[in-house]
C-alpha cells in the first residue's frame, strides 16, 4: 500500500529529463524531494499524476498505475500557480473539488472550514486575481486537499510566502498527514524537508544523488560540527587531528571534523586553554550536504 | 460522467452569467424590435420633419415666357412629385442667390426648341430625388412635344413607348421561380450572417476559455482531476449549449418584434427579406448546421488554443481558421446570386464549408434530401476525426509552455502527450 516509482525515465525528444528513478512512499508518511530548480521534480510528479508517460519505468499507487478512476484519492498542488483569476475564491474550491468527485454540498461546507481555519474567509467570494500572492497560495492549498485525498502531492507549496503563513501551512499540512494522508513535497528549500519529512530524495539533473532516512543520511555523510563558544582565542585548535576546516564565529568558532573522536580530543583540548561556554556536536544540515553532492557530482 | 456535467455547467453558467454574454443579447434583442418597428419609426420621424426643416421642397422654374413651365407642372403632378414646383421670372443670378440662402432647392430653366434644352442648378450636385423626378419629367414632355410635331395622337405616342411583356422561366427541379428565389434571399442572406457570425464568435469563445485556463495554470489541476478530452468535450458542449440558447432567444425575440410591431410584413420594408414566406425547413437546417459548423470549428478552436501560452497569441494562431471561415462565407455570399453555380455545389460538400454553403444551397434551392445528408455525413466524419487528433493535441499542448507560437508546435504537443 504505497506509493511506487520503479526505474522512471522520461525523455522529451534527445533530453533526458527524469533518468531512472526510483522512489518508495510508505502510505502515511510525508516524503521529501529536494532538487534545485530544473532537477526534474515537476515531470517527476507529473508521471506518478499520469499527466505524462514515463519512456521507461513504472509507476504505481496501492499497486495500480495512476489514472482518472483514482482522481478522487489524489491532490495536487502545482508548482506554477493554478487558479481561475476571475472566479469568486469560494466557487473555485468547490468547482474543483467537483471534479475530484466531491459533492457539492460538502464541498461548500469543507470550502468554508479550511477557509476559517486559514483566515481567509473574508475573501470568500472576492476573484482571486484580487487576492495577495500569501492568500492565493492558501486557496491553491485548500484546492489540494479538500477533497480529502490519501495522496497528497504538493510541489513547492511555500515558495513566495512570509514566515508567518509557512507556520500557517506547515502545520496544517502536518495535521492532514496526522489525519492518515501520505504526502510526497517539493522543495529547493532544505529546511523544510528537515522539519518535516523522515524520508528524502535528492534530484540533480534527472537523477537521484542521493535519498533515504535522514537521520541516516546525515550519519553516513560522516562529516560533523563541532561548536565552540568561549571568551579565549581557538585558532590553535584547528591543527587537532581530525578537523577539516575551521570558521571563528564572533563567539568562538566552528570545526568541521571527520568523525566523532575528533570532537573528543577537541573537547579535552580546549578545556586545557580555559573555561568554555558551550560545547555541541552539530549535524550538518542538508543544505551543506546537497551543496558537497552537487559539487561533488559535477566537479 | 458526473464530473462532465460539472465542467459542463461551470462553462455554460460562468459565461451565461456574464456581463458581455447578457448586454450583447441584450442589445441583439432591442436591435430586433428597433428594425421591426423601422418603418413606423421612420415615418414618425418624417411626419415629424426632424430632418427635413419645414419639410416641402421647391423647385422655380423658369421658362423665358414660354408655356413649358405650366406643361411642365402638370407633368410633375401628374408624376405625383413630392415637391412644389413654382413658376418665376427673376434672372438666373437672382435664383442663384436664393439658391445660396436656401430659399429654393433648385431651379430649371427651360429653353423651347428641338430638342428641348434644360439646365437644373441645384445647391450640391449630390443624388437628389428631386434631379431624377425633374429629368424624366422634362423628357416625358420633350417625347410629347416630338410626337406633337411629327403629328401622331396621344394613343400612337403611347404605343411607342409600351414596354414588351418579359417573364423568366426555369426548368430545372431544383430551381424556384425569380419570384421564389428574391423572396428566400432575404431569409438566406440574414441566416448565412448570423451562421458565420456565431460560429466565428461561439469557437473564438473556446479557443479563449482554453487559452485563459492554460496561461492561468490552472489546466495543470484541471487535467490531473480529469482527463484532458473529456474536458474539451465538456466545455465545447456547454459553450455549443449557450449558443443554441442565445440564438433560441434571438429567434423568439424576432418572432415577437415581427408579430408585435405596427408593421405589415407583407409588403413594404419587409418584402425585401422574402419574410411572409418563411420555410420552416430553413429554420432547422439554419440550427443544424450551426451546430455542426460551431462543433467543427469549436475543435479546431481548443486545438490551437491549447497550443499557446498567452492569450495574446491566440489571434495569431486563430488566423488560418478564421481565414477559412471567411472564404467559405464569401463562397456563400456571392453563391446568393448563382446558387446553381458549380463552385457553390463543389464546395458545399468541403467540411469547413459545408455549413454556409450547403445551408445557401438548401435555403435557395429544392435539391434532393440526400445532398445535404451526405454533407453532414462528410462533416460529421470530419468532426469525429478533428476530435480524435484534437484531443491527442490538447493532451500534450496543455502541458507545453514556451515561447515559439506557430503551428509547428502542434507536431510537439502530440509527442508530448505520446504514451512513450
Redesign the interface.
Known amino acids: 500500500m504505497t506509493l511506487e516509482v520503479r526505474e522512471a525515465t522520461k525523455k522529451?525528444?534527445s533530453f533526458t529529463a527524469v533518468d531512472s528513478v526510483s522512489l518508495t512512499v510508505r502510505e502515511g508518511q510525508m516524503y521529501g524531494f529536494l532538487g534545485a530548480n530544473g532537477a526534474g521534480k515537476t515531470t517527476t510528479f507529473?508521471m506518478i499524476?499520469?499527466?505524462?508517460?514515463p519512456?521507461e519505468g513504472v509507476i504505481r499507487w496501492r499497486g495500480n498505475p495512476v489514472t482518472?478512476k483514482t482522481?478522487p484519492e489524489?491532490g495536487?498542488l502545482?508548482e506554477?500557480?493554478?487558479?481561475?483569476?476571475k472566479?469568486k475564491a469560494a466557487d473555485q474550491l468547490v468547482?474543483?473539488a467537483?471534479?475530484?468527485?466531491m459533492k457539492k454540498a460538502d464541498a461548500k461546507r469543507e470550502a468554508a472550514a479550511w477557509m476559517e481555519r486559514f483566515e481567509v474567509s473574508h475573501y470568500a467570494q472576492k476573484k482571486v486575481e484580487e487576492l495577495s500572492k500569501g492568500n492565493q497560495q492558501k486557496i491553491q492549498l485548500i484546492?489540494?486537499l479538500l477533497h480529502r485525498p490519501s495522496l497528497l502531492i504538493l510541489d513547492e507549496p511555500f515558495s513566495g510566502l512570509d514566515p508567518v503563513n509557512v507556520e500557517m501551512l506547515k502545520s496544517a499540512i502536518m495535521d492532514f498527514q496526522r489525519e492518515g494522508a501520505t504526502i510526497i513535497f517539493s522543495s529547493h528549500r532544505m529546511e523544510h524537508v528537515e522539519e518535516l519529512c523522515d524520508e528524502m530524495s535528492m534530484l540533480h539533473r534527472g537523477e537521484i544523488i542521493l535519498d533515504g532516512r535522514i537521520r541516516d543520511i546525515k550519519r553516513s555523510f560522516g562529516q560533523q560540527n563541532v561548536r565552540i563558544r568561549s571568551d579565549f582565542p581557538l585558532a590553535s585548535l584547528q591543527e587537532t587531528p581530525g578537523v577539516e576546516a575551521f570558521t571563528p564565529t564572533k563567539e568562538g568558532a566552528v570545526f568541521r571534523i571527520s568523525d566523532e573522536s575528533a570532537a573528543q580530543r577537541l573537547l579535552s583540548k580546549a578545556m586545557q586553554l580555559g573555561p568554555i561556554r558551550s560545547f555541541a556536536i552539530e549535524e550538518p544540515s542538508l543544505q551543506e550536504i546537497f551543496i558537497e553532492k552537487v559539487g561533488r557530482h559535477h566537479a | 460522467m458526473r464530473s462532465f456535467w460539472t465542467i459542463f455547467s461551470q462553462a455554460f453558467w460562468t459565461k451565461a452569467k456574464s456581463k458581455s454574454f447578457i448586454i450583447t443579447t441584450l442589445i441583439a434583442v432591442a436591435g430586433f424590435f428597433l428594425m421591426a418597428n423601422l418603418p413606423s419609426i421612420i415615418s414618425s420621424v418624417q411626419e415629424s420633419g426632424v430632418f427635413g426643416g419645414d419639410g416641402e421642397q421647391t423647385l422655380y422654374i423658369s421658362d423665358g415666357g414660354s408655356e413649358l413651365a405650366v406643361q411642365l407642372q402638370r407633368q410633375l403632378s401628374a408624376a405625383e412629385a413630392d415637391f412644389t414646383a413654382e413658376e418665376t421670372g427673376q434672372p438666373a443670378a437672382e435664383l442663384d442667390a436664393l439658391l445660396e440662402q436656401g430659399e429654393i432647392d433648385a431651379y430649371i430653366e427651360l429653353t423651347p426648341g428641338s430638342p428641348l434644352t434644360a439646365r437644373y442648378v441645384s445647391e450640391t450636385a449630390g443624388i437628389s430625388g428631386m434631379a431624377s423626378a425633374v429629368e424624366s419629367a422634362v423628357q416625358t414632355l420633350q417625347t410629347a412635344r416630338a410626337a406633337e410635331s411629327l403629328g401622331l395622337t396621344q394613343s400612337e405616342a403611347a404605343a411607342l413607348f409600351m414596354p414588351a411583356q418579359f417573364e423568366r422561366e426555369a426548368i430545372s427541379d431544383s430551381s424556384r421561380s425569380e419570384e421564389e428565389l428574391s423572396e428566400a434571399r432575404g431569409l438566406v442572406y440574414i441566416l448565412i450572417f448570423l451562421l458565420y457570425f456565431a460560429i466565428i464568435y461561439y469557437s473564438n469563445m473556446i479557443a479563449m476559455e482554453v487559452a485563459t485556463e492554460k496561461s492561468s495554470r490552472v489546466m495543470e489541476i484541471l487535467i490531473s482531476s480529469v482527463s484532458p478530452v473529456k474536458h474539451m468535450f465538456a466545455k465545447i458542449a456547454g459553450i455549443g449549449t449557450l449558443g443554441i440558447i442565445q440564438m433560441l432567444i434571438f429567434g423568439a425575440a424576432a418572432y415577437v418584434a415581427l408579430e408585435s410591431s405596427s408593421s405589415d410584413l407583407s409588403g413594404g420594408f419587409f418584402s425585401v427579406f422574402g419574410f411572409s414566406s418563411v420555410r420552416i425547413s430553413t429554420i432547422l437546417f439554419a440550427v443544424l448546421f450551426f451546430l455542426l459548423g460551431y462543433f467543427l470549428y469549436a475543435m479546431l478552436a481548443a486545438l490551437l488554443g491549447s497550443i499557446v501560452s498567452r492569450i495574446e497569441d491566440v489571434q495569431q494562431l486563430m488566423l488560418p481558421m478564421m481565414l477559412l471561415i471567411i472564404l467559405s462565407s464569401f463562397i456563400a455570399f456571392s453563391g446568393l446570386t448563382v446558387p446553381e453555380a458549380g463552385f457553390v455545389t463543389v464546395t458545399s460538400y468541403i467540411p469547413f464549408f459545408t455549413p454556409l454553403v450547403m445551408f445557401l444551397r438548401v435555403g435557395m434551392l429544392d435539391i434532393p434530401v440526400w445532398e445535404p445528408l451526405l454533407s453532414i455525413a462528410v462533416m460529421l466524419l470530419t468532426i469525429a476525426l478533428l476530435g480524435w487528433f484534437g484531443a491527442r493535441v490538447y493532451r500534450g499542448g496543455v502541458l507545453m509552455y514556451g515561447s515559439s507560437q506557430s503551428l509547428k508546435d502542434i507536431r510537439k504537443a502530440i509527442q508530448l502527450g505520446n504514451k512513450n
Not at chain 1, 80 to 85: T, V
Not at chain 1, 98 to 101: A, E, F, I, V
Open positions: 522529451f525528444g507529473r499524476l499520469g499527466l505524462l508517460d519512456t482518472y482522481s489524489i495536487y502545482p506554477e500557480r493554478g487558479l481561475y483569476p472566479m468547482y474543483l467537483q471534479l475530484r468527485g484546492a489540494s
